[in-house]
């Protein structure tokens, strides 16, 4: 059974950083674009990058909105997705969820998703 | 940027009638379009992919179609466990993008 579970969540003061975790089990984790995704509440997701697979050469690409503060990068040894996030800001107040990209750029499967907010 | 455009942004309906909700895109975008349920405070499921591919455990109450830029998700005598929102998404610009969703709620 395909699971991804985020961790790291919590409140942050604006400009400071946070880095988030995904544990993935129950597929073989280097086959897969894994992503992360963001929800503020209310609102529609917005997808904020990925990291592409071993076939790949896990390369990442950002959704300009968030490109040069966050970072997406994956450790498969231990099949974990991170997201380091740096000089955060209100309007990055949202949930976070990571996502595995099946062929074609379908998000198949989500985690529960991570509260994330930017809060003096 | 893509814009996908949802309409209408509530729908209200009884249990037992069929419903069609719209997206569309604001440029054609081949059949790249995935539909998405989500239920209060849990995470988003993908229904449909590629406009009109059923997805594997999906009730086949959830139907697709559409190309271009104009699409449709038919949800067949809907359910009390269908009272939900229901986000496109396309995958034609690397650029990936949602719509802002359509509720659906029991009249």
């Known amino acids: 059974e395909v699971k991804l579970l985020e961790s790291g969540g919590g409140l942050v003061q604006p400009g400071g950083s946070m880095r988030l975790s995904c544990a993935a089990s129950g597929f073989t984790f280097t086959d897969f674009y894994m992503n992360w995704i963001r929800q503020p509440a209310g609102k529609a997701p917005e997808w904020l990058g990925f990291i592409r697979n071993k076939a790949n050469g896990y390369t990442t690409e950002y959704n300009p909105s968030v490109k040069g503060r966050f970072t997406i990068s994956r450790d498969n040894t231990q099949n974990m997705l991170y997201l380091q996030m740096n000089t955060l800001r209100g309007e990055d107040t949202a949930t976070y969820y990571c996502a595995r990209r099946a062929l074609g750029a379908v998000f198949d499967y989500w985690g529960q998703g991570v509260m994330v907010t930017v809060s003096s | 940027n893509i814009v996908l455009t949802q309409s209408p942004a509530t729908l209200s309906v009884t249990p037992g009638e069929s419903v069609s909700l719209s997206c569309r895109a604001s440029?054609?975008?081949?059949?790249?379009i995935h539909w998405y349920q989500q239920k209060s405070n849990e995470s988003p499921r993908l229904l449909i992919k590629y406009a009109s591919q059923s997805v594997s455990g999906i009730t086949s109450r959830f139907s697709g179609s559409g190309s271009g830029t104009d699409f449709t998700l038919s949800i067949n005598r809907v359910e009390s466990e269908d009272f939900s929102i229901y986000y496109c998404q396309q995958s034609y610009s690397s650029l990936y993008t949602f719509g802002a969703g359509t509720k659906l709620e029991l009249k």
């Open positions: 440029q054609s975008i081949s059949t790249s």
